[in-house]
């Protein structure tokens, strides 16, 4: 159940992101496709965030440690990127128009799970 939770969180978090942020455009037809193609993106975000981030934390933990954290900015808007890619092989219509949109938009993201982690049960209690 806390798999889903976390899947429909991410996908409110990109669709704040791409009202909020201009240069990331999600086109669709009609409401219902609207909520597909974010609930698409939201699994695709939460596995990648799940599977790369770790081993990239890992194997830069020493540019992480040089830069205080902050170049987890930089990584958190290149696995938004990659959230990008991986959505257009399965044909999701997300469009990120360069690094800063990626950026601001991994930012607003990263806040709006930051918000909801304060709030909903992490799956650790069971």
């Known amino acids: ?9 991410n996908a409110l978090a990109l669709w704040l992101a791409a009202y909020l ?11 219902t ?4 193609v974010f609930l698409g993106l939201g699994l ?10 770790p081993i990239v934390k ?11 954290g902050l170049i987890g900015l930089v990584v958190n808007a290149l696995l938004f990127l990659l959230t ?3 959505a257009g092989l399965f044909g999701l219509p997300i469009e ?16 709006i ?7 909903l049960p992490d799956g650790k209690d069971d």
Do not use: H
Not at 21 to 31: K, L, Q
Not at 58 to 68: P, R, W
Not at 113 to 119: D, H, N, P, T, V
């Open 1 to 9: 159940m806390s798999f889903i939770i976390r899947v429909i969180v």
């Open 21 to 31: 942020v201009s240069g990331i455009e999600v086109t669709t037809s009609d409401t």
């Open 33 to 36: 496709e609207t909520i597909l």
């Open 44 to 53: 695709i975000f939460g596995v990648v965030n799940a599977v790369i981030k």
């Open 58 to 68: 890992t194997v830069g933990c020493l540019f992480y440690a040089l830069t205080l």
């Open 84 to 86: 990008e890619w991986i």
């Open 96 to 111: 990120i128009d360069g690094f800063w949109p990626a950026f601001w938009g991994a930012i607003v993201v990263g806040i």
């Open 113 to 119: 799970s930051w918000l909801a982690s304060l709030f």
